[in-house]
Structure formats: C-alpha cells, structure tokens
C-alpha cells in the first residue's frame, strides 16, 4: 500500500521528468554562431564605409576663397553650374567650407599664361595642384602636378610637399621657407601634358597616410608625417603660370566640425 510519502515522491519524480528537457538542454540559437559574428563585423564594415564615402560635391566659385589671382566662370555654360577658369600667372585659392582631406581637380590643360611670374626662389615654373590641411600660407600640404615645357618632348612630374614652418602664420613671415619635398612608398609617372588635354587629378589624405591619382590610377602613395597631419586647414588649390578650365570637388565632413566656414582672408599671400 502506497504512503502518503510514497505519493510525494512519484508526483516530484513526474514533475521532474516534464521539466528535464527544458532544464538540461540548452536554448537552440536561431543561427549558428558564425553566422552572428559575420553580420556584426558586415554591419561595423558598413557603417565605417559610409562615414568614409560621404558624397562628392562640386565647388562652386562662392565657395572658393581666391588669396592670390583670380580665378572666373567659363562663358561657355548656360546653367548656373559653370565651370571655372584661371588665366592668371599666378593663383592661390581655398575651399571656404569645411570638408574632409579629399579633393579632385577635373581639369583641361591650355598651357602656358602670356606672361611669367618667378617664385620666391626667383624660378619660373609651370604647375598646378592640390592644397591640403592649408592651415595658412606657412603651414600645408601640397600635391603639385608639374611641367617641364623646356624639355623635348615637354614631360610631367609629381611632387608633394610639406610646408612647416611652426610660429609662422603668414607669408611675409615665412616666404617660401620650410618646404620638404616627401618621398613615395611607391609613384609612377604621370602622363605628358599638351594643351587642349583633359585629365582628373585627385588627393586623398586620412591622418598622415596620403594617395594622389591621375585618371583614377594611383600615381603616389606614401607618409607625409605627423606634423603635416596635425595642420588644421582646408583644403584648396595653387597655380604658377599654367592655364586651366576646371570643376573642384571635394568630399563632404560627416558630422559637424567647429570651423565649419573658414572667413575668407583675401590678399594673403603665399609662396
């Protein structure tokens, strides 16, 4: 005859075989593990890509803070999106809008100016190229496309450069002091230019990492240091005695930045 204590212990035993399942195995996860990880990395990847991949945009001449020179809309445009043009010896110029350290010059080379200017150094050269991180006239980074009319045929080059001059702010100050051409980790040449040719000249820079393309192929690569990195300046672009019609692009700041317009300081000089 079963007890009461008997009944007690068959009822828990019944009880305990209803909730063993539940108790012993564990949750089955809706995916497998790997699978898990690589939508968490997948969506990291992505949103880093579309901070890093803000969209293009076309500057244009009320953007343009013009120290030097002049730089003017093409008369060969009905829209109000012109494209620019400089005919001067010499021109230097920012983007007024704060952007990040990216910027494309889509150019059509017409050759030389009528006349000549020499530079600080008393040399008289044909270039054109990209400002970057141009805190002021002392202290910027520079990514020039240059050309050689003199040789036979008349060849091209690329040549970055660092201009640090600590202290200094303007150009009466530093002149055309503190340059340091910087090697590549790797280059390779640059087309020939005659006039009439159309080309894209691109810089990119993040942190103290640059890369410069022509035509979309990467024609440098290299360090240019922490100095250079540190430089808080936008980006613009410079010409001595080359004439061009062009649009400048640049990538817009993800975010907000404190010096989001730059006042334009027209009249300051740089060599």
Not at 175 to 192: D, H, I, L, M, T
Not at 250 to 258: D, N
Request: charged residues 25%.
């Amino acid at each position: 005859m079963k007890t009461a204590e008997d009944a007690n212990g068959a009822e828990k035993k019944r009880i305990s075989e209803i909730l063993n399942p539940f108790l012993l195995v564990p949750p089955r996860p809706l995916c497998p593990l790997w699978f898990s990880v690589f939508c968490v990395l997948l969506a990291a990847l992505l949103c880093a890509a579309l901070a890093e991949s803000a969209g293009w945009i076309n500057v244009n001449r009320d953007r343009l803070c013009v120290t030097e020179g002049a730089i003017e809309k093409t008369a060969d445009r009905k829209s109000a999106d012109h494209r620019l043009a400089v005919n001067v010896p010499k021109m230097r110029a920012y983007v007024s809008q704060w952007t990040t350290q990216s910027a494309e010059l889509r150019f059509t080379y017409l050759g030389g100016t009528s006349q000549e200017s020499k530079l600080g150094s008393g040399a008289i050269r044909r270039q054109f190229g990209l400002k970057l991180h141009a805190e002021d006239p002392c202290n910027l980074v520079y990514a020039i496309w240059r050309v050689v009319p003199e040789s036979m045929p008349p060849q091209s080059k690329l040549v970055v450069s660092v201009k640090r001059n600590p202290g200094q702010h303007t150009s009466a100050e530093c002149g055309n002091r503190g340059y340091v051409n910087v090697k590549p980790r790797q280059a390779s040449a640059v087309p020939r230019l005659e006039a009439g040719q159309s080309h894209t000249l691109r810089a990119e820079m993040k942190n103290s990492e640059l890369q410069v393309f022509v035509d979309n192929h990467e024609v440098w690569d290299g360090d240019v240091g922490q100095d250079a990195a540190q430089l808080d300046g936008p980006v613009g672009l410079r010409s001595d005695n080359a004439r061009l019609e062009f649009d400048l692009l640049t990538r817009e700041f993800a975010g907000s930045h404190p010096n989001y317009v730059k006042a334009c300081q027209a009249g300051a000089a740089e060599e």
